[in-house]
């Protein structure tokens, strides 16, 4: 965007991996949801497309903030007027710099791991994200450890009863039969996601795409296995691990804190992110958020003069709307980008900039276990409190339908399967409409909603 603002200005993009990610494919499915694919592309793909803009491939040594200078590590400085640092997040790894532990996040961690696999009997997956969802349904011939911190599967994205839904497609390869469609309705009163020496490389790359895992021969060993032998421990963690390369068994001993003790090829660490802040840190007085991202205000302004953030590595800190929330994924990612660079040119022409409508309203599409999965708003009633209900339609291996309610009005909803609500779902969240007098009609499957309100 920047480079189609100013043509007659020279833009750089400073990155340390020789290729980068296009966004392809682009599909504006709603308003406020998007689809679309993450592309690996040459650095050369983009300057052939916009002639002002230089592909510098290399890391940042240092930021300083006062001069206006960016020092690269081959030994290079570079004086900006304006700079937007998008360095994303990297893995939250539970052992750091240890070959048995790998953290996928970018391509080429993702490319240790295929390697690592398909020497492998037995991986020990930690964490309960999307990755480690994606991960341990696309995984064959290998036996699978999946340790859960939490009470269900996928609970950053998912309740309980979604998890229900869900895990059928974990143990079972045959097309489940659809039954009867069941809705229900509760109340939450009083009820409380290159072999290297090192794992975790200083070199990060660009974060996985929302279909990382395509193209990946994610099999093990045991190849005559149609699914994997799985085993689910949920409300455990690891309480140890003790890593014996040269062991006739395993090279790796992991413990729960079920006291359960098993041998491993190795842990897959997929125990979410962090912002990528340490390159900037060092003398600049950055305002840094809760969660350790750089915070930015409504205009992607950091706390430092010419210096925006978008992404992964900021913080957003400016009042939210109510049905909005911050979460380090690919939409979010490309959203702030593309408004981060609109501010910066707003700000250059001295002209003024709305709040982008991206921002209006949570929205997320995506595929879990070969379902579409929409989530909307505060799809997991997010900072509701008790003072909230729940509606929900299942048919089993078909569909999963839940709305957040709250005195008559849908804050958020969670869609799995092809329902085709995310549109009228997004309409009733934004425009706050009183729906209490149609009751559980709302999700009535012999009521055509989407022509009731359009």
């Not at 062991?247 to 491993?264: A, D, F, M, Q």
């Not at 509701?384 to 957040?404: A, F, N, P, S």
Request: proline residues 4%.
């Amino acid at each position: 965007k920047l480079a189609m603002e100013f043509p007659s200005e020279d833009i750089f993009l400073m990155t340390a991996s020789p290729v980068i990610k296009a966004i392809t494919n682009f599909k504006q499915v709603s308003k406020t949801l998007e689809e679309f694919d993450v592309e690996e592309q040459p650095s050369s793909s983009l300057e052939k497309r916009y002639p002002n803009i230089k592909v510098i491939q290399s890391g940042v040594k240092q930021l300083k903030s006062d001069d206006h200078k960016i020092f690269t590590e081959d030994g290079k400085e570079y004086i900006y007027e304006k700079l937007c640092l998008c360095a994303g997040a990297k893995p939250k790894l539970i052992f750091e710099g240890n070959p048995y532990v790998l953290g996928i996040r970018d391509t080429d961690s993702a490319q240790a791991f295929q390697k690592n696999l398909a020497q492998a009997e037995r991986i020990v997956v930690v964490g309960n994200g999307g990755i480690a969802l994606e991960l341990v349904y696309e995984i064959q011939g290998c036996e699978v450890i999946w340790a859960i911190k939490d009470k269900a599967i996928g609970n950053t994205f998912f309740d309980a009863g979604a998890a229900e839904f869900l895990i059928p497609k974990l143990t079972a390869e045959k097309q489940e039969t659809p039954i009867e469609c069941k809705r229900t309705k509760y109340t939450m009163e009083g009820s409380e996601e290159k072999e290297r020496s090192l794992a975790a490389s200083d070199k990060l790359g660009s974060a996985l795409g929302p279909d990382w895992h395509e193209g990946l021969h994610l099999k093990g060993t045991k190849e005559v296995w149609s699914q994997p032998c799985l085993h689910i421990y949920l409300n455990v963690a690891l309480s140890g691990a003790k890593f014996s390369p040269f062991s006739v068994l395993w090279p790796v001993y992991v413990e729960l804190t079920n006291g359960k003790i098993y041998g491993c090829d190795f842990i897959v660490s997929a125990t979410g992110v962090v912002p990528n802040v340490k390159p900037f840190l060092d003398g600049n007085n950055f305002a840094v958020g809760e969660d350790g991202g750089l915070k930015v205000d409504k205009h992607m302004h950091t706390s430092l003069p010419d210096i925006y953030a978008a992404g992964d590595i900021c913080t957003a800190s400016w009042e939210p709307s109510p049905v909005w929330h911050q979460m380090r994924l690919w939409t979010q990612a490309r959203q702030m980008g593309w408004y981060a660079a609109k501010c910066m040119a707003a700000d250059t022409l001295g002209e003024s900039t709305d709040m982008d409508f991206s921002f209006e309203l949570f929205a997320h599409v995506t595929k879990f276990f070969n379902y579409k999965v929409v989530v909307l708003g505060k799809y997991n009633a997010q900072g509701l409190g008790l003072d909230h209900e729940l509606m929900l339609r299942c048919t089993k291996g078909q569909e999963y339908v839940k709305v957040v309610m709250q005195n008559g009005r849908m804050m958020g909803a969670v869609l799995i399967g092809e329902t085709d609500l995310e549109e009228t779902f997004e309409n009733l969240i934004l425009n706050q409409m009183d729906l209490s007098a149609y009751g559980e009609d709302l999700l009535n499957p012999d009521i055509d909603i989407e022509d009731y309100f359009d």
